[in-house]
């Protein structure tokens, strides 16, 4: 995730981390070139375009508009809601360390529930991007499960047993159990809940839609530019497409929160604050918090 202040002028005019322009750059200069061949060949007689009337691209343009404002919102709405969830977690994890210090009264049983929690908080992370065990996991614990056919969850049932062996030992009581199961559940239901984001992306329709149109419009803009514009008919066909392909591109990065874009969410910085978070139940010193590098919070 990009975490900076707002830039200066100059600064947000040319900024380029963060922003989609890299990856749309091929459309925008492609359509600018179809346009100023278009241009071309009128001028020169060659091939004299056709003078489209401007009345229906804007009807076009506003439909077209209404199209991407819905799957900017629908994909806003999944990136805010993850980052929710996530929070949700953070808050679940924190308290189940204040949980296990008034409710577990065994010391290592205590280290081991909390050890569990931190391995399932890195396997979740993992399992949401779909990448194998990195040096962070595997120091939390999390090379124990990954072999399991769903890591995650073999450390909180991990967890859970630890919980019953307490029971069944008499050092847990009846108020302790309950509590400590109330807040497994309630990280087993954030976990479901970004899993349902990560397993449901936006309808593929909606893409091949935004897209299509896209592409349609900025190759029949120039027909209707060339007559008024002339040889800006390419600079105003590049201005549209920059903003179409823009937002298109926007919204297809947001709609997957927890990939790790520039704009996906910090879920290694997330699990570091959990990790400092439980640090002084375990009796450790907190590790540093992640900063962002170049303005990047992994």
């Known amino acids: 995730m ?7 002028l100059w600064q947000l005019l040319f900024a380029l981390k963060g922003s989609v322009l890299p990856r749309i750059a091929g459309p925008i200069l492609g359509f600018a070139a179809f346009s100023a061949l278009l241009v071309g060949l009128d001028r020169s007689g060659a ?5 489209l009337d401007a009345t229906p691209f804007t009807v076009f343009g506003i439909a077209l508009s209404l199209f991407l404002g819905f799957r900017n919102n629908a ?25 296990c210090q008034i409710c577990v009264a065994d010391t290592g049983r205590r280290q081991r529930i909390l050890r569990l929690a931190l ?3 890195h396997l979740h992370r993992l399992n949401l991007r779909g990448l194998a065990p990195d040096a962070a996991a595997r120091a939390a614990g999390a090379g124990a499960f990954t072999e399991a056919a769903h890591p995650p969850c073999a450390a909180l049932d991990a967890a859970a047993a630890e919980i019953a062996a307490g029971q069944a030992a008499a050092e847990i009581d009846g108020f302790g159990i309950r509590t400590l199961t109330t807040r497994l559940a309630s990280i087993a239901l954030q976990q479901a809940g970004c899993e349902r984001i990560a397993a449901t992306p936006l309808p593929f329709v909606y893409t091949l839609l935004i897209f299509r149109t ?8 120039p027909l209707a530019l060339i007559g008024p514009a002339g040889w800006l008919a390419p600079l105003f ?3 549209v497409a920059y ?9 297809e990065e947001l709609s997957h929160p927890f990939g790790p874009t520039l704009n996906g969410l ?10 400092i978070g439980l640090a002084p139940h375990l009796g450790e010193a907190a590790p540093v918090r992640l900063e962002p590098a170049d303005y990047y919070l992994s």
């Open 75 to 99: 994909a806003y709405d999944r990136w805010w809601e993850a980052r929710r969830l996530w929070g949700g977690l953070v808050a679940d994890l924190r308290t189940l360390g204040r949980e």
């Open 266 to 275: 910090p879920l290694d910085a997330l699990c570091r604050t959990v990790e």
């Open 243 to 251: 903003v179409f392909f823009g937002l298109a591109e926007v919204t």
């Open 119 to 121: 391995a399932f908080i």
């Open 2 to 8: 990009i975490v900076r202040d707002r830039p200066g």
């Open 214 to 221: 896209c592409w349609l419009y900025c190759l029949l803009l």
């Open 237 to 239: 066909t590049a201005i």
């Open 47 to 51: 091939w004299p375009a056709p003078r």
